[in-house]
């Protein structure tokens, strides 16, 4: 029996929801504890931080794939009417993927990949482009407990593994924890460990590819998370081990949600030099505070350059799933994928579908723009980027 449910009408989590979920997440106090990284960066008593360098870089979205990661849903955790309301938008992503680059799926045994095999063949989805790994998993959201993907100062590609604490020991999904791992043995990736370091989730943070990094304070900045880590900390492990040195950090919203207010709900990097979200209105609603809305707006690349802005509506009408059930509540484009030669995004059988996928067509001419019915997954709190993680080429 699934035993997590939506709590708050605002969904920009990665993951699914708590029903009696009551925490009392804090942003931390500035006078926090020494943090560090294989390659540390030691804090100064002001907070600061001396000898800062930089190690590894993450490719942002858009640069080319090799191919994308997808931990399928399966029955061992939730059971069989979890899994099969949600199987359909797992078969669609890999129907449009495959065409465009490598699809690596996650499967929780043999027999959970045989009924996938089954369920893309029913489908007439090729299997070309397409391979398997069996891993146990906990759930479906590879983009916040699966690698992290980056590049050595030589140009060799690395996994990083910065620990999944289930966003704040919410979740108890420490088969999800392993998975990092588990990549990295089976294609023979070295591995950067920072699971002692800090505990970050992939949809906590964005990059922009040219040294920027978007970020909310309630997700990573929290003790739930991080206890004790300054900012200058945290900033400078970014730094270190994603090739940062510009931090737009929005304060977000501890304990709305499980994500504590991940910025891949309403914020992304479209591309180097662009920004996509949504109007004011539509931010209030997703309940992004005015300050925070401010601050987005303002923000500035790393060479101290406006960002362009596209905003993309929410849905018109409240959420209704694919079997009936309205969730009370309207729906967010902003977490769409980007691939090689396709551009994902989330769909709800919405008049406002149509208006999203022509206004990302405009921002990725060059790639073909299709939607992905996320109705039932987003009953669970997540959408199209939520549950992608790319491995760059």
Not at 129 to 135: G, L, P, Q, S, T
Not at 147 to 159: H, M, R, S
Not at 259 to 274: L, Q, V
Request: hydrophobic share 35%; glycine share 8%.
């Amino acid at each position: 029996m699934k035993s997590f449910k939506i709590m708050s009408i605002t969904i920009m989590a990665c993951a699914t929801l708590f029903t009696n979920c009551k925490k009392e997440a804090e942003l931390l106090p500035e006078n926090a504890m020494e943090t560090t990284t294989e390659a540390s960066a030691k804090p100064n008593p002001d907070g600061s931080v001396s000898n800062r360098s930089i190690t590894y870089t993450m490719p942002d979205e858009t640069a080319p794939h090799e191919g994308t990661w997808l931990q399928f849903p399966h029955q061992y955790q939730y059971g069989t009417t979890y899994r099969n309301r949600l199987i359909d938008t797992w078969v669609a992503m890999t129907k449009e993927l495959r065409t465009s680059e490598k699809v690596h799926i996650i499967a929780y045994n043999t027999t959970h990949k045989n009924w996938i095999i089954s369920k893309l063949q029913a489908a007439n989805v090729p299997l070309t482009n397409v391979d398997f790994r069996i891993f146990q998993t906990n759930d479906v959201w590879v983009r916040d407990n699966g690698p992290i993907f980056v590049e050595d100062n030589g140009g060799n590609l690395k996994i990083e593994d910065w620990g999944f604490n289930g966003w704040g020991n919410q979740a108890p999904y420490s088969k999800c924890n392993v998975i990092p791992t588990s990549v990295a043995n089976a294609i023979g990736m070295p591995k950067v460990n920072l699971n002692a370091t800090m505990k970050v989730e992939g949809g906590a943070f964005e990059v922009d590819g040219n040294g920027s990094f978007m970020a909310t304070r309630s997700s990573i900045l929290n003790t739930n998370r991080n206890p004790g880590m300054t900012q200058a900390q945290a900033e400078a492990i970014f730094e270190t081990n994603l090739g940062v040195t510009n931090f737009i950090w929005l304060n977000g919203v501890p304990g709305l949600e499980i994500t504590d207010m991940h910025i891949d709900g309403f914020a992304r990097f479209g591309n180097p030099n662009t920004i996509v979200t949504m109007n004011n209105a539509d931010l209030l609603y997703w309940e992004v505070p005015q300050a925070d809305i401010n601050t987005l707006y303002a923000a500035e690349d790393a060479d101290g350059n406006a960002y362009n802005f596209v905003h993309l509506p929410l849905t018109q009408n409240n959420v209704v799933t694919a079997y009936g059930k309205n969730l009370g509540y309207k729906g967010s484009y902003v977490n769409f994928y980007v691939a090689n030669n396709k551009v994902l995004v989330p769909k709800y059988n919405d008049p406002k579908d149509a208006v999203a996928i022509s206004i990302l067509q405009g921002l990725y001419p060059g790639k073909t723009v299709v939607g992905i019915d996320v109705r039932n997954l987003y009953e669970n709190g997540g959408m199209v980027h939520c549950v992608t993680q790319q491995q760059p080429e």
